[in-house]
T-cell receptor, first 117, second 110 residues
Framework: GDSVTQTEGQVTVSESKSLIINCTYSATSIAYPNLFWYVRYPGEGLQLLLK?????QKGSSRGFEATYNKETTSFHLQKASVQESDSAVYYCALSDRGTQVVGQLTFGSGTRLQVYA | EAAVTQSPRSKVAVTGGKVTLSCHQTNNHDYMYWYRQDTGHGLRLIHY???????EKGDIPDGYKASRPSQENFSLILELASLSQTAVYFC?????????FGPGTRLTVL
C-alpha cells in the first residue's frame, strides 16, 4: 500500500534559523499522487499548510515551501527563518487519486517542531 | 468559527464500557472521516461516510462502529472499549481531496 515516511520525530531549532523537515513517499497504484503538508498547533485540529498536485511544482504558504520531487519521491518542507509561533506538529500526507475513498489520505508519523528564542 | 467540532475533547473510559465520540461539521461537505492517531504513528482511517445514513469501513475498522444520522453529524462508537483503543481520534470533512479536521479527542481506556 501507500506509505509516507518522516524520519524525524522531533526537531528543535533556534528562532531565525532555517528548517528542513524530511518526507519521502511511496504510492503503489499511481505514479503521481497529490502531496500535502498539514500542521497541528497545540489544542487545534490539523490544518492544511500547503499542497502540490503536479510533479515538479513547488507549494508555499506562511513562509514554508515544499517541492514535489518525483525522481527522489520526496516532498521536504523548508523554511528560511523560523519563528516561535511555528512550533507545532507537521504531517506529510498523500492522496492516491486512484483510491476508492475520495480524499483518503495516507499520513506520515509527524514531526514535532520546537522553536526556541 | 470552527467548521469541524468534536466532543468530548478528552475522555477516560473503563475497559469493556461503551464510548461514543461525536463530530459535527458546518462545511456542508458530503464526506466525513474518523481517524485515530497513536504516539509515533500517522493518522489511520477507521470509518468514513459519503452520505447520511451510510458508513463505510476504512483501513482499521475492527472494534469500531460509525453512525451518520445527518450530513452534519458523524459518530464513532466503541461498544466494548479496550486498552488498545487508547489514542487521539480525529474527525474530518471533505468535498474534494482537501480535508478539514476537528481538534481531536484524547481517549484513555483504563
Amino acid at each position: 500500500g501507500d506509505s509516507v515516511t518522516q524520519t524525524e520525530g522531533q526537531v528543535t531549532v533556534s528562532e531565525s534559523k532555517s528548517l528542513i523537515i524530511n518526507c519521502t513517499y511511496s504510492a503503489t497504484s499511481i505514479a503521481y499522487p497529490n502531496l500535502f503538508w498539514y500542521v497541528r498547533y497545540p489544542g487545534e485540529g490539523l490544518q492544511l499548510l500547503l499542497k502540490v498536485i503536479t510533479a515538479g511544482q513547488k507549494g508555499s504558504s506562511r513562509g514554508f515551501e515544499a517541492t514535489y520531487n518525483k525522481e527522489t519521491t520526496s516532498f521536504h518542507l523548508q523554511k528560511a527563518s523560523v519563528q516561535e509561533s511555528d512550533s507545532a506538529v507537521y504531517y506529510c500526507a498523500l492522496s492516491d487519486r486512484g483510491t476508492q475513498v475520495v480524499g483518503q489520505l495516507t499520513f506520515g508519523s509527524g514531526t514535532r517542531l520546537q522553536v526556541y528564542a | 468559527e470552527a467548521a469541524v467540532t468534536q466532543s468530548p475533547r478528552s475522555k477516560v473510559a473503563v475497559t469493556g464500557g461503551k464510548v461514543t465520540l461525536s463530530c459535527h461539521q458546518t462545511n456542508n461537505h458530503d464526506y466525513m472521516y474518523w481517524y485515530r492517531q497513536d504516539t509515533g504513528h500517522g493518522l489511520r482511517l477507521i470509518h468514513y461516510s459519503y452520505v447520511a445514513d451510510s458508513t463505510e469501513k476504512g483501513d482499521i475498522p475492527d472494534g469500531y462502529k460509525a453512525s451518520r444520522p445527518s450530513q452534519e453529524n458523524f459518530s464513532l462508537i466503541l461498544e466494548l472499549a479496550s486498552l488498545s483503543q487508547t489514542a487521539v481520534y480525529f474527525c474530518a470533512s471533505s468535498d474534494s481531496y482537501e480535508q478539514y479536521f476537528g481538534p481531536g479527542t484524547r481517549l484513555t481506556v483504563l
